[in-house]
């Protein structure tokens, strides 16, 4: 079985570009989240989709959007880029929303804004 | 609102040796615990849980964290460290039900010499 796919892997953005992210889950599996990895703030939560709803949100500021289509794959856009929006941007599946689901964590998607 | 520490940034041990990474919680009631690896270039494995019942869990790759609510730790632990452990380590917690938020720590990591 195929594991999370994200595309793309590598990214370089400049300040006030927008960008899209995509994340396909793994097959059946109908839950996705989305986090933020950087060197200061660690790992974050940025949202969580289950069947196209979104059922949970981190802190972050309304740039940060995200959406997930009816075949569970999952898009997130960051508006307005700023410089402090580098990161690694993980993706990760599971069968169910919630934590007793097991989740499944994709490579990341490494985005640097110039 | 709940937090997760990780008192150690890196940690080195020589290959055989024993190995127990600390991670302290808080939060008002019994959350879900959780240890991840992340290799270089990669996404997280999750390598154990605790919900509830018995506090000695049992993880991949030889793994097992104990989970003491007196103490509100959840260290990780491994009688004898491969050279392939090297890697970063992160505890999460997470409040259960069906939103899903995990909360990480910020890390630590793993260094194993020959």
């Known amino acids: 079985k195929a594991g999370v796919t994200q595309t793309p892997r590598y990214l370089i953005k400049t300040r006030g570009q927008q960008v899209t992210l995509s994340c396909s889950p793994i097959?059946?599996?109908?839950?996705v989240s989305w986090y933020q990895q950087t060197p200061g703030q660690g790992l974050q939560f940025l949202f969580e989709y289950f069947s196209e709803t979104q059922r949970n949100k981190g802190n972050f500021p309304g740039r940060f959007s995200g959406r997930q289509f009816s075949n569970s794959r999952s898009e997130m856009n960051v508006s307005t880029l700023e410089l402090g929006d580098s990161a690694l941007y993980l993706c990760?599946?599971?069968?169910?929303?919630?934590?007793?689901?097991?989740?499944?964590f994709g490579p990341g998607t490494r985005l640097t804004v110039t | 609102a709940q937090s997760v520490t990780q008192p150690d940034i890196h940690i080195t041990v020589s290959e055989g040796a024993s190995l127990e990474l600390r991670c302290n919680y808080s939060y008002g009631a019994t959350p879900y615990l959780f240890w991840y690896v992340q290799s270089p270039g990669q996404g997280l494995q999750l390598l154990l849980k605790?919900?509830?019942?018995?506090?000695l869990v049992q993880g991949i790759k030889g793994f097992e964290a104990e989970f003491k609510r007196s103490q509100s730790s959840f260290n990780l632990r491994k009688p004898s460290v491969h050279w392939s452990d090297a890697a970063e380590y992160f505890c999460?917690?997470?409040?259960?039900?069906?939103?899903?938020?995990?909360?990480f720590g910020k890390g630590t990591l793993l260094t194993v010499n020959p």
């Open positions: 990760a599946s599971s069968l169910g929303a919630g934590a007793l689901h097991e989740q499944y």
């Open positions: 605790y919900f509830s019942g018995d506090t």
């Open positions: 999460a917690v997470d409040s259960g039900g069906s939103n899903y938020k995990l909360t």
């Open positions: 097959s059946g599996h109908r839950s």
